[in-house]
């Protein structure tokens, strides 16, 4: 009997786009003989108290941050207790090994999965971002006896290949391990070769999980992988923390590229063998390409012909690239803009372009006719409710066909998070979750919380209506029955003005011109 791996998934119902750390880590353990299944949570109506029903998509809607869609009527939600699922599913197929991948708002989630199974459990792995970066504090909890610092493809198949042959599995790199002294074996870490990757599993996820939103419809949608690592530095993020990382503990750059011809037989695998309707370009910053390297990529994507996202900086739009973007597929972009005071940005938040620029480049972004949106962040540490208006005003300058504000979440393995330890904001051994549900988590005193998440929920109110408005959009603001009345009247106004007109017509043409997703099985 080869060993068994249960894969596990926490997520939020409404985070629709499907892991690929999930997909990869499958195809790399069945390439090596495992036996692979996955317990994911994405389409449970109800997951815990912490989350209620929360459906992270549907609160974009409502928030005014994304169109209204309709998922296929195919998709059913779970209406089961999660848990006790869990605890069927593992008595059931008996794995040897439990290995969940989890960002922080998701662990203490996968924990309390872990801890549904009772003591007599099997061995537990954690990988993902929060493992990567919170290794002790993950390993302080008893549901989880191994992490994964960083990438997991060589670690996980090495665990699982001496599991199965009963050897001893410390000196693994990359892993960490809990000792039953309350000590840690660690292992250094080390970065795996992105070509010599398997193509990611998609038979290990349910037909519903390839469906995703965008701009007001559902799509058949797959992730694709271009790039691994950022070469920009924002405070409030873990990507410039991982790039550190692997310079320090391997002297070596993380930033990296798949080969060409190895991103082609992806994409053609998605369009010709998974139907994709549209692909998403997960890299942090697309237009990371070494000199002449988009050109190439243009080259080779031009014949699959499917619609696809990406995100890049704003910094690195020309009018002749985003030309050549539009006319190979790109049919929607997101920039980050985070906040719109250029010494703030600058001096907080480590990201130094000027606001000219930006307003400038998002012109160009229009000219081409890309339809794009826009993400910002409040409740920054040191922010103040007037510099949170320099964000409403930025963007009051910006034709952007959508735009988000998010609440900013002091992530474990930020600079931003330890100024928020340094600041009493947050202790060491916090972990952040139900941001979706919690809104801002900080305490501050110049900012408080109930003026951040108030912000946050006018936020598209405040850009898109004149300032001969606001008083009545500062009303609502507040969380009484007549603040969210008033709200209520303003989001019917702001629909019928901004989405139900002509606005953004080339967005509807592209639209009109492919087919919507309907599903099959
Ligand atoms: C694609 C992506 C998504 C996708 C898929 C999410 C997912 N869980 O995979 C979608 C769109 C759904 C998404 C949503 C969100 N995302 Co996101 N996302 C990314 C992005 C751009 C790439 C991640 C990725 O797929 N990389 C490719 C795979 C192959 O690598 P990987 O996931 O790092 O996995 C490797 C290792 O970590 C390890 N590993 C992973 N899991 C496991 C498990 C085991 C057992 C082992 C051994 C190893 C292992 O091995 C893998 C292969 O090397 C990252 C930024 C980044 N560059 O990492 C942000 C990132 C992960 N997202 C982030 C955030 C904040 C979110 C949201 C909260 C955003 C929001 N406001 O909506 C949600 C949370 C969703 C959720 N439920 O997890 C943060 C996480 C911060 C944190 N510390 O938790 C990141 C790091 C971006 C950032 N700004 O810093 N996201």
Known sequence: MSLKVMLVYPNLRGMNMLPPAIGLLSSVLKEAGFTVKLFDTTYYEKLDDDHAEADSDQMKVDKLMARPFKMPQEISLKTTNVFNDFVKECRSYNPDLIAVSATEDMFLLGVKLIRSLGKDRPLTILGGVFATFAPKLALSYPEIDIVCKGEGEVALRTLCERLSKGE???????????????????????????????????????????????????????????????????????????????????????????????????????????????????????????????????????????????????????????????????????????????????????????????????????????????????????????????????????????????????????????????LGYTKETDIVHSIFVNGSLLKMPQFPQKKINGLLKTFNLYVKFPESRWPDIRKAEEDTPEANKIFQELKEEYVQKFWNSSAHDFENAANENTTGATISS
């Open 168 to 422: 001893r599995y410390d000196d693994i790199g990359n892993l960490w391990i809990a000792r039953k002294d309350g000590s840690i074996k660690v292992n250094p870490t080390g970065m795996v070769d992105m070509n010599a990757n398997p193509r990611i599993d998609m038979s290990i996820f349910e037909e519903a999980r390839f469906y995703r939103p965008m701009g007001g419809r559902v799509w058949r949608m797959f992730p694709v992988e271009t790039h691994r690592g950022c070469p920009y530095k924002c405070a409030f993020c873990n990507s410039p923390s991982q790039m550190k990382m692997y310079k320090e503990e391997e002297g070596k750059s993380y930033l990296r590229r798949k080969t060409f011809e190895n991103m082609r037989r992806e994409l053609l695998f998605y369009k010709d063998e998974m139907k994709a309707e549209y692909l998403y370009f997960w890299a942090d910053t697309f237009f990371s390409w070494k000199k002449d390297e988009f050109e190439e990529f243009a080259d080779m994507y031009e014949d699959i012909k499917l619609p696809f996202w990406c995100q890049t900086r704003i910094e690195t739009v020309t009018l002749e690239r985003f030309k050549r973007l539009k006319d190979i597929g790109c049919a929607r972009i997101s920039f980050g803009l985070e906040h719109g005071n250029e010494k703030f940005r600058k001096e907080a938040l480590d990201r130094p372009v000027s606001n000219d620029l930006m307003v400038k480049n998002f012109k160009i972004v229009n000219e081409v006719g890309i339809p794009f949106s826009v993400n910002n962040i409040m409740g920054f540490p040191h922010e103040t409710y007037e510099l949170a208006f320099d964000t409403i005003r930025i963007n009051r300058q910006i034709d952007s066909s959508d735009r988000n504000a998010y609440a900013f979440t002091p992530f474990a393995g930020t600079p931003l998070r330890n100024e928020c330890n340094r």
